[in-house]
């Protein structure tokens, strides 16, 4: 059971925005970084931003992260077809001394 | 460029053992943590190990022991030796890369992955 939560599903139509939280604790996300990934059907996740807020080369500014407190959230801008994937958050957690994952949100395009 | 293949995959018995591979490219394999993610059918990402660059390791508390983490920096090679296996751990394996932007695990984050290798326990 994921100690991120995240909501199971938004959407949008194409060319608007959605926002994904993900909430976590002191221990996760209110002491450490948070990343967050994408996984297209049938794929690997791969990384969209890091650190809370950065995007590794090659990821469109329609990404961006922001984190407050205990809970930190993706924004996804110009909504786009090929932007129907399930994305995550992830954090380490430092009372497991682990990487935690959030429960993953279904983005779907309308 | 940086890749990540997985094998060693397949059908097993609960109770049966089991050797995962990452075979690493286009980076100083030895200069990286490294993880292994897995994720059930229909299910979340759910971690299940991590190797430091320095070889620190660190497992997932339902693990129990029965999981563990290795490298080989001579064949540039992660592994997940999985051992007393359950129905509840078939899954998609994937190995991931640590960015390497730093050297304490609060700030590990996967910047690669693999495609994955499958994995299913069952009689």
């Known amino acids: 059971q994921s100690v991120l939560t995240q909501p199971p599903s938004v959407s949008a139509a194409p060319g608007q925005k959605v926002t994904i939280s993900c909430s976590g604790s002191?221990?996760?996300?209110?002491?450490?970084?948070v990343s967050w990934f994408q996984q297209l059907p049938g794929t690997a996740p791969k990384l969209l931003i890091f650190?809370?807020?950065k995007r590794p080369s090659g990821i469109p500014d329609r990404f961006s992260g922001s984190k407050s407190g205990t809970s930190a959230t993706l924004g996804i801008t110009g909504l786009q077809t090929g932007d129907e994937a399930d994305y995550y958050c992830?954090?380490?957690?430092?009372?497991?001394?682990?990487?935690?994952f959030g429960t993953g949100t279904k983005v779907t395009v309308l | 460029q940086v890749q990540l293949v997985e094998s060693g995959g397949g059908v097993v018995q609960p109770g049966g053992s089991l050797r995962l591979s990452c075979t690493a490219s286009?980076?100083?394999?030895?200069?990286?943590?490294m993880f292994w993610v897995r994720q059930a059918p229909g299910r979340g990402l759910e971690w299940v190990a991590t190797?430091?660059?320095?070889?620190?390791?660190y497992y997932a508390d339902y693990l129990k022991g029965r999981f563990t983490i290795s490298r080989d920096i001579s064949k540039n090679t992660l592994y997940l030796q999985m051992n007393s296996l359950r129905t509840e751990d078939t899954a998609v394996y994937f190995c991931?890369?640590?960015?390497?932007?730093?050297?304490?695990?609060?700030?590990?984050?996967?910047?690669?992955w693999g495609k994955g290798t499958t994995v299913t326990v069952s009689s």
């Open positions: 286009g980076f100083t394999f030895s200069l990286y943590g």
């Open positions: 190797i430091a660059y320095d070889g620190s390791r």
């Open positions: 002191s221990s996760n996300i209110g002491n450490n970084f």
């Open positions: 650190d809370n807020y």
């Open positions: 991931a890369k640590d960015a390497g932007y730093c050297s304490t695990p609060n700030c590990y984050f996967m910047d690669v």
């Open positions: 992830g954090t380490w957690d430092s009372s497991l001394s682990g990487y935690v």
